[in-house]
């Protein structure tokens, strides 16, 4: 928390992008015969799988275990996560007739978020609860292609072609996606990351015209409920300055630019994230070690950080591996980044 505020204490925290389950086996065991949305509205459940990697890796943050379309689901779209795919829309979003279908999120319905995050706040104690949601771009980007897109296209074409539209399916999106945040601050979560996965795709002109605005009004509700935020997507370098400006505390780096030049990128108004390229962790540990400090270092030109992976857990992730990263960025975090500022 101290991090995310940029008063950086001694120690360097951690935590891990879907560190919620993937690689866990005890993840798989308790998930078995139950799908991801079921699994995400039984509270006991979420908060059992939250937890498992708390107790594992002894990270410094508790992600909520759940995904970014829940709450399309609980608005009362139609969709579903289909393993090996990911989440399918049953009927997309093409013209203006379908955009009644996107209708405002109760926060009655979602009392079952609410409820796993007060059981989890109870069991965390000091250790925080980070809540999220989907930015309203990536969201969009679902419901108009219908599930995973390599290229976006559907997507683009009514942005630059319908621009009306569009900006009236992100402004649904991002009141969605405010309200979703607010009902796991209101129940406990004491940080949030908005998730703008798929922004990476956009040139930096788009992004500033048709994405920001939209981010901006999801972090500004979060802001007015007086807790830290942060900004994530990947294949975001270019848009390092402009995700700043629409209002988080931290921005979230992948592994393509080093922090210390994603910080100069931003400014000194905020702290960084992340930023290990997930595919190392296959590496050899002596050399995945060194990585590890590598980050730790351009990191500590920042007046905060974070430590995170770049992106996910890869579900072949070897745990013990994470484990010893989070040993490594404990033991020798504080002594690297006072050694980097020499």
């Known amino acids: 928390m101290a991090a995310a505020r940029r008063r950086q204490g001694e120690r360097l925290p951690i935590w891990f992008m879907r560190q919620a389950g993937r690689s866990l086996p ?43 379309v829940v709450p399309l689901r609980v608005a009362g779209i139609d969709v579903d996560i289909v393993a090996g795919t990911g989440p399918v829309i049953a009927e997309p979003i093409r013209s203006r007739g379908d955009l009644d279908r996107v209708r405002p999120l109760d926060p009655g319905r979602a009392d079952f978020v609410a409820e796993s995050v007060r059981l989890l706040v109870a069991e965390l104690g000091p250790i925080p609860l980070i809540g999220f949601a989907g930015a309203p771009f990536t969201l969009a980007s679902y419901l108009i292609e219908g599930g995973p897109s390599k290229d976006y296209a559907r997507t683009k074409a009514m942005m630059v072609g319908d621009p009306e539209l569009w900006h009236d399916l992100c402004g649904r999106l991002a009141d969605i996606a405010a309200t979703f945040l607010t009902v796991q601050v209101e129940a406990g979560a004491q940080i949030v990351q908005l998730f703008d996965s798929w922004a990476g795709s956009l040139a930096p002109v788009d992004y500033l015209r048709f994405v920001q605005p939209h981010s901006a009004a999801v972090l500004a509700r979060a802001a007015a409920l007086g807790v830290p935020s942060i900004h994530f997507g990947v294949g975001t370098g270019e848009l390092l300055p402009a995700m700043a400006a629409a209002g988080p505390d931290v921005v979230g780096v992948d592994w393509r630019v080093p922090l210390a030049e994603a910080s100069l990128r931003i400014g000194p108004d905020h702290a960084v994230q992340g930023n290990l390229d997930p595919a190392l962790l296959q590496a050899p540990w002596p050399v995945l070690a060194e990585r590890v400090r590598d980050v730790i270092r351009s990191g500590a030109h920042a007046p905060g950080h974070i430590f995170n992976l770049g992106h996910g857990v890869p579900p072949n992730a070897d745990p013990d591996v994470l484990t010893k990263i989070v040993e490594l960025v404990h033991a020798e975090g504080p002594a690297l980044r006072a050694e980097a500022l020499v």
């Open 26 to 68: 005890e993840y798989h065991r308790v998930r078995e015969g139950v799908g991801m949305l079921e699994a995400c509205a039984r509270p006991e459940l979420v908060t059992e799988i939250t937890l498992q990697p708390v107790r594992r890796y002894g990270v410094d943050g508790a992600v909520l275990y759940s995904d970014i």
